[in-house]
């Protein structure tokens, strides 16, 4: 199944912008409160300088990236958790995603409204955070409710309602779940609950040209700190030079990111935050006929990965013939690494390494 990343804030904040920039998806956008209540999904490349260099080297007739699936979810405002605003659809959108993304609003534009009527990122922060934070309390109230609600309680796991009611206390405490240190009964007491809380977060902070030439914006070293407390990952990007880079043609892109002295594009820092976030890496393969990244969990035995591919692979699987691709870049060609002997292979076992070039050896 492929994991996902939702993508959370107020309204006119950016998000379906950066929706559209990471997918191409081209939805409508508005400057204006539109009270919509529909869910957009696509899909984002993930850039990888590495499927580029096999692509010159082998010339093949296909390339393809690794991608995630991007939802773009209504605005929430506050009392989302109570149902207000377009709260229900919202919780139920982003309930099922892998990680989510908060973008957040920084930039002043008097054509564009603010739910909120002021720029206040920690507030706005704050505001959203508080939802999620509230949506599992909820939670938590209706399942404690349930589990009591006969002569005879309903547990899934024997520590369920000990663990609910540690959770419950946390909340209360406003701490997200991901800072609750569970141990291994613990998780498996609550592995058929979804939190909001619990999920990883990228807080991505959509500034205007100006903010991001000086590489200021208000409120930064509050913003820094609350994200580093949360232990959330936290990006500057504007949405509005992002625009402008999609419309160059490929030759000036990399002149106006040195103009803003920046190494990449805002969006692929975006693509590749969420890679990062959800746990995920990339082996490749590469042939004339295509170079493909492959998505799979760090840590992933070599006969598991061999299932992406094919599941006969996986069955007849045999060996892993594995070169990392720092050190095929650094030979200069698969020849030459093959007479430092850089080749390796690989048992069933292995722990694919992102970067790893395989040539899986198989029968059937």
Known sequence: MALSCGIIG????????FFNLLTGAGVETSAFFSGKTTTNTGHAAIPDERVDYLA?????????????????????????????????????????????????????????????????????????????LFADLQLIETRLTRINSGHKKKLEHPKEE????????????????KLLQLNDEETEALKHITF???????????????QLSSGSYPQQQQVEAYCAEQGYTLLTVSALVEQEI????????????????????????????IYRQLGLISFLTAGEDEVKAWTIKRGLPAKKAAGKIHSDIERGFIRAETVAFTDLAACGSYAAARDKGLFRLEGKEYPVKDGDIINFRFNV
């Open 10 to 17: 107020l309204p006119m904040v950016g998000k379906t912008t």
């Open 162 to 177: 000990e663990v609910l009611k540690k959770c419950q206390a946390a909340l209360m405490d406003e701490k997200p779940l």
């Open 56 to 132: 010159q080297m082998f010339k093949p007739k296909k390339t393809t990236y690794a991608q995630v699936e991007v939802i773009d979810v209504p605005g929430l405002v506050r009392g989302a958790s109570h149902g207000q605003g377009s709260g229900n659809e919202f919780l139920t959108a982003v309930r099922d995603t892998d990680l989510l993304a908060h973008i957040v609003r920084a930039f002043t534009n008097e054509q564009v409204l603010h739910a909120e009527d002021s720029i206040d990122l920690l507030r706005d922060i704050e505001t959203i955070s508080m939802e999620l």
């Open 196 to 210: 909001l809380t619990n999920k990883p977060m990228l807080i991505v902070v959509n500034v205007d040209e100006q």
């Open 246 to 273: 999609e419309q160059l043609a490929d030759e000036d892109k990399q002149l106006f990111l040195d103009e803003l002295q920046l190494s990449e594009s805002g969006v692929n820092r975006i693509a590749k935050a």
